[in-house]
């Protein structure tokens, strides 16, 4: 039996926050499914991590060479002009009080003509997207093009702030299933979703690759802690930069980590130099997978203040490596994390409690932590084998695969029908 062919599509890829969608197509692949990788930009990406580099040579990228949007448009029009039309009307509609001008849909219009081409090319059978953003967008043009069947997973928090503007209950509705990475994420999905959709949304989780399997260092007796994640104002960390300080004025030694760069970078360097905290705190900006490791190994847990999130892939990252966790009672957070066993949990936005938390655990004894550390391991590898929820989502693209057939086959059995009664009609 010929292996499935299917095709991901992801707005930047590779990234370096996005290492968990790389594990799930290596996962997928492991499977024996033959996976196309697309991407809509990131050829230019600075990359640190040797894996991410190596899947940048693998990934065709749409906007690379993008005079050819333009011809991709033309012959599409010129080829399947009524499929041309229903895409164009949709990408009008998508703009109207939208979170994007109509020029821009207009562009994923485009990309959706070059997509459709190469999947038709290369016989894909199925599309998924990660995000429910442009790249869903594109995915549903390319489908209204003529592309095969499609899917695509929901990460939250940006698709739930502005499921209106993304028109998230139609892709949704258009899609032949959603994924949601926690129940919490479903939850959110059968808010904006009609009654009828909610049997297409699942849950399939993000995964630990097998290198989380291997054995790691018992607890450091250094007092510090680790932030892994992008710096944006989602994460909390402006808020994490308070509590250190009030941790200091109450003559608390320790070392702050914050593993990641981005948009907050330049405010939380600000607020660090404004409260003298330079010994204190140390920003490390991007760095590898296997340097996160280790800044995660040197520390006694990994705190996330977060604001609101999906589920958080580093924290199951640093649990895997035998880690307490300090983080918020948010989204999917309280799945996975259970306060006083695998960490410290917190109401979001409460600095005090914040500041006691971290007190508790730079103050603790090595063995609660190791105690911690080893009940937050088995949770997370329990719950976040990447193989086990690879399984998971090829399974759901094969189901929609064999439906699409059936249907398909339904559809054209009911043609030759029509036109043999037709024809006998006439005779």
Known sequence: MAPMRIAY?????????????????????????????LALRGWDEKLVDGEDKAERARTRYVLQGSAGLGSAMVRMALLHPLRFARAFS???????????????????????CRIASWLEADRIQHLH?????????????????????????????????????????????????????CSFGRSQLYRVAERRDWSKIKVVHCGLDRSFSAAVNVTPSAKQLVCVGRLCEQKGQLLLVEAARHLTEQGQSFTLVFAGDGELRGEIEMLVKRYKLERTIRITGWISGAQVREE????????????????????????????????????????LVRSGTEGWLVPAGDVAALVEAMR????????????????????????????????????????SIDQNVKTSTSVELDRSFSRTNTKNCNE
């Not at 707005?11 to 499914?33: C, D, M, T």
């Not at 949709?90 to 959706?112: F, K, Q, T, W």
Request: charged letters at 25%; one cysteine or more.
């Open 296 to 335: 995660i190994l040197a520390s006694r847990a990994l705190v996330l203040p977060s604001f609101a999130e999906g589920l958080p892939v580093s924290i199951m990252e640093a649990m895997a490596l035998c880690r307490p966790i300090i983080s918020t009672y948010v989204a999917g957070i309280p799945e």
């Open 9 to 37: 599509l992801i707005n930047q890829y590779p990234k370096v926050s996005h290492s968990f969608i790389r594990r799930e197509i290596l996962a997928v692949e492991r499977l024996g499914v033959e996976v196309t990788r």
């Open 129 to 181: 997207a990660h995000f429910g953003t442009n790249s869903a967008e594109v995915a549903m043009l390319t489908r209204i093009l003529g592309g095969p069947p499609w899917s695509f997973t929901v990460h939250g928090p940006e698709e739930f702030d502005k499921a209106p503007l993304i028109r998230l209950s139609e892709k949704i509705h258009d899609c032949d299933f959603v994924v949601a990475v």
């Open 360 to 399: 508790s655990c730079l103050n603790a004894p090595v063995s609660l932590l190791e105690r911690m550390g080893r009940a937050a391991r088995e949770r997370v590898l329990e719950r976040h084998d990447i193989d086990v929820e690879a399984a998971k989502l090829a399974a759901l693209i094969s189901r």
């Open 90 to 112: 949709r990408a009008i509609h998508m703009s109207r009080r939208g979170d994007r001008p109509l020029p821009v849909h207009l562009i994923y219009l485009a990309e959706a």
